[in-house]
């Protein structure tokens, strides 16, 4: 197997164990805390386990952030664009399948997502922004060490904390799409993803242009 092909297929899977673990939290119903803490320990448990072989970016924000920052090429960006994307969806099936109707409750909605949807979306905007800076410094620019995982989880784990109840706190296109999909309600996702898209661009913007590592 390829590198390129090797690396896809381990966003697949850890897109998956992001969407299948964060989606089984919020469908559990017990709260904010117990979604940002399933989100943020997965994430970094991900990250020890497939940084190695991918960069587990498992979210296409932070594809994207790292591409417009020249970390990655476009065709490396495309390829894990649709291996998150499959990961997602496969995570949002088995959702279903596993527990009826998971894949709805699961979503990552809140407040703001039915009545406020531009207001959601710029929360998003800014809480991806967040996590992508945290990915520059932590990891493409090494300065968290070994602890890079836990700085991103960490970062991931205080947005949910933050965002959780208004928007669902996504921060990952694949984690808003693929419960989207399944669950047959797309009318929030066009908003969130391209705010989330806008956020990791913005954020590899800076870091690679004005933030970089000396």
Known sequence: MN???KSAVAEALGTFILVFVGGFAVASNQGVVVAALAHGLILAA????LGHISGA???PAVTMGLLVGGKINVTKAVYYWVAQLVGAIVAAILLNVISPDAAKAGQTIGSLTAGSV????IFE???TFFLVSTVYQAAVYGKAGNLAGVAIGFTLAGSILAGGTYTGASLNPARTLGPALIAGDLSYAIPYVVAILIGGAVAGLLHSRFFTSE
Do not use: E, K, R
């Open 3 to 5: 590198t390129l092909l």
């Open 46 to 49: 991900i990250i020890y386990m």
């Open 57 to 59: 970016h498992v979210n």
């Open 118 to 121: 531009g207001q959601a979306a």
């Open 125 to 127: 905007a800014i809480l």
